[in-house]
């Protein structure tokens, strides 16, 4: 009975601490380094998202492992609402990768649960701006000569500029060199300092290198082409009917936040989404907002995640041939 009358008292406690949220700081986990898609958008989403919920709320960077690394951290964070992620369509590779790799899974899918989308962008294939390739046929002509010889960076094994970029490579015939680095914004560091020759990055990490003249827009992984590059191409147009892949940008957190935590973090995004000074940060990198809330957010995770497993397990098969 004084077991049952503790356990009774703790439960209570949570709820009302719960009720009063949030009365200390947040942090949201970046699984990357600074400069790449996910800390674009979560450092402004972040500052806006303290005015509806009257505390800071923290970036914390945790890269490694293409984003496996924090996200795992943020999978076994306490779910109290004062931990949450800043995520990347990368989360649904893992669970997948790992176990294909004879690794077990960092974690799953169901250990969290969705907030609210806030970005969806299709990856778009560069090459620096001095590069002798003008065009994918060029680069892929280059490529069946040189088999293996012509590298990329990427955010990570396995994380989303790996996988967009070898669902390129497995349509187009080609076989590249892979070189992984801690994160997006690394990646297009490489790419600039000649270290690589091409990157599958999101449009928000390499506009402002395009913009410049530093960087050289081959082709788009969208089903349409992209409004801020209007004269880019698009692998489907090129003739890669299955080369389509999308870098998303969403909040997530700990599966067993209590309900009313989870509509004050969905509160707090939506009206960071509308906010003027998220939306002019948005516009500064030429990043088109696509907010989802939670329900709408979860059915898109779903069909993404289930189209990104057909895309992993075809690259693990094709790399024990």
Do not use: C
């Not at 690794?103 to 989308?117: C, G, H, N, T, W």
């Not at 990856?123 to 040189?146: C, G």
């Not at 680095?181 to 990646?187: F, N």
């Not at 998220?278 to 696509?290: D, R």
């Amino acid at each position: 009975m004084k077991t049952l009358f503790t356990a009774l008292l703790a439960l209570l406690a949570v709820g009302a601490q719960a009720q009063d949220y949030p009365t200390k700081p947040i942090s949201m986990i970046v699984a990357f380094p600074p400069g790449g898609v996910a800390e674009l958008v979560g450092r402004p989403l972040a500052a806006s998202m303290e005015k509806t919920l009257g505390q800071p709320v923290l970036i914390v960077n945790r890269p490694g492992a293409g984003g496996a690394v924090g996200t795992t951290a943020a999978a076994k964070a306490a779910p109290d609402g004062y931990t949450i992620l800043m995520t990347l369509s990368s989360i649904s590779i893992f669970p997948v990768s790992d176990p294909m790799q004879g690794k077990p899974a960092p974690y799953q899918l169901s250990d969290f649960m969705p907030i609210a989308l806030v970005s969806a962008d299709p990856t778009v294939l560069v090459v620096s701006a001095d590069s002798p390739y003008k065009s994918v046929p060029d680069f892929v002509a280059a490529a069946k000569a040189n088999p293996g010889k012509l590298n990329y960076a990427s955010s990570g094994m396995f994380g989303t500029l790996h996988v967009a970029m070898e669902m390129f490579a497995g349509a187009a015939g080609i076989e590249l060199f892979h070189i992984p680095y801690q994160g997006g914004g690394p990646a297009v560091t490489a790419l600039l300092g000649g270290q690589v020759q091409a990157l599958a990055s999101g449009p928000a990490a390499a506009i402002g290198q395009i913009k410049g003249g530093k960087m050289r827009a081959l082709a788009g992984w969208g089903d349409k082409r992209l409004a801020l590059m209007p004269e880019l191409p698009t692998f489907k147009e090129l003739g890669y009917k299955d080369v389509e892949f999308y870098i998303w940008a969403g909040v997530v957190a700990p599966a067993a936040v209590p309900p009313n935590v989870q509509h004050r973090l969905r509160a707090a995004v939506r009206a960071a989404v509308a906010d003027p000074q998220f939306t002019g940060a948005m516009a500064k990198v030429s990043t088109p907002i696509n907010y989802l809330d939670a329900p709408e957010f979860k059915d898109f995770w779903i069909a993404d995640a289930t189209r990104l497993r057909v895309a992993v397990e075809k690259i693990g098969k094709a790399a024990k041939k």
